[in-house]
DNA sequence: AGGATTTGACCGGC
DNA sequence: GCCGGTCAAATCCT
């Protein structure tokens, strides 16, 4: 019956590598080693990146894998206020949501969902990039308003990127980010930025998303001409995907602290996925 | 003074 | 009518 054995020993071996590799690096940051800590970085995020595929290569971020399975949202935030008839409400407004968004843009939904651990104090989600708040609202059956972000040069330069924070219910430490958009601006360059790019076109849509003749095209099209083909195996070069060198240390560190580190990220579904590890049975998911 | 943030209003989809 | 997303004027900050 389980036809991915294959692949979830392969998971479990890669993502313990994570873990071990996140503890390796505590330590190197401890010792105030920057460089070997941005090596390992880059190891880390190939391995992540290589569990993500083994993931998706047994289908486990399709929906219909997951078909009536509650999210990992209800195991992760049990003292989440409403309890489920709340955490079920949420989940219809999200889908509500999206579907909007999908409709409203007349384009498919092209958007990376990453959820970080903030440490108390510290500026939540710098990730290196320049962002301007443009609005937040009280989001029905969550506990803490969205905040609305553009791209600081959305006029002078036309970018098109927006992001949208909001605290996980449970944890008012953990935050989820989800990224509208490519940078089309002057940060396009910078490495958060592109590897937030290449998130946004993933392989398997790729074709797809050359071939699309929607809206939002035209807006990405310059970029688009200008990327590197990515193979499988994308290769960081050292740098930490999603991260600024500086916020990377804090949302390594309180993710490990806190016990988990999520990444997710689906396209063209109106539907949430996440990845979540924990550290003491990272493999708690549902199949 | 200029840029960033806040916040109420508006809009479109459902 | 409700809701999420965005706009834009008012306000704050440096």
Redesign the pocket.
């Given at each position: 019956m389980d036809v991915c054995g294959g692949e979830k020993r392969a998971l479990a071996s890669e993502l313990a590598q994570v873990q071990a590799m996140v503890r390796e690096l505590e330590a190197r940051m401890d010792q105030d080693l920057p460089a070997a800590a941005r090596e390992l970085c880059g190891e880390l995020a190939s391995s992540v990146d290589r569990s993500i595929r083994i993931a998706r290569a047994c289908g486990w971020d399709s929906p219909g894998s997951r078909d009536g399975s509650p999210r990992s949202d209800g195991a992760q935030h049990p003292a989440a206020g409403g309890g489920g008839n709340s955490q079920s409400k949420r989940r219809q407004?999200e889908r509500?949501?999206?579907?909007?968004?999908?409709?409203?843009k007349g384009t498919p939904c092209v958007r990376t969902q990453v959820r970080v651990a903030a440490v108390q104090d510290m500026a939540p989600l710098d990730d290196g990039l320049?962002?301007?708040?443009?609005?937040?609202?009280?989001?029905?059956?969550?506990m803490y308003p969205?905040?609305?972000f553009?791209c600081?040069h959305r006029h002078s330069q036309g970018c098109p990127a927006?992001k949208?924070v909001q605290r996980a219910d449970g944890d008012p430490l953990l935050y989820d980010v989800v990224y509208?958009g490519a940078h089309a601006c002057a940060q396009a360059a910078h490495p958060a930025a592109e590897h937030l790019r290449r998130q946004l076109q993933p392989e398997g849509h790729a074709d797809a998303g050359q071939e699309q003749s929607s809206p939002l095209a035209p807006e990405t099209e310059g970029l688009q001409a200008g990327l590197e083909p990515m193979g499988a195996g994308a290769d960081f070069g050292g740098y930490c995907p999603l991260l600024s060198p500086t916020g990377l240390e804090w949302q390594l560190r309180s993710s490990y602290a806190a016990g988990g580190l999520g990444v997710g990220m689906d396209y063209y579904e109106p539907h949430f996925e996440e990845f979540y590890t924990n550290a003491t049975d990272p493999f708690q998911w549902e199949y």
């Open positions: 407004v509500s949501a999206l579907r909007a968004f999908v409709s409203s320049s962002w301007r708040k443009y609005g937040k609202k009280d989001i029905l059956g969550a969205r905040a609305y553009r600081t927006t949208h509208h």
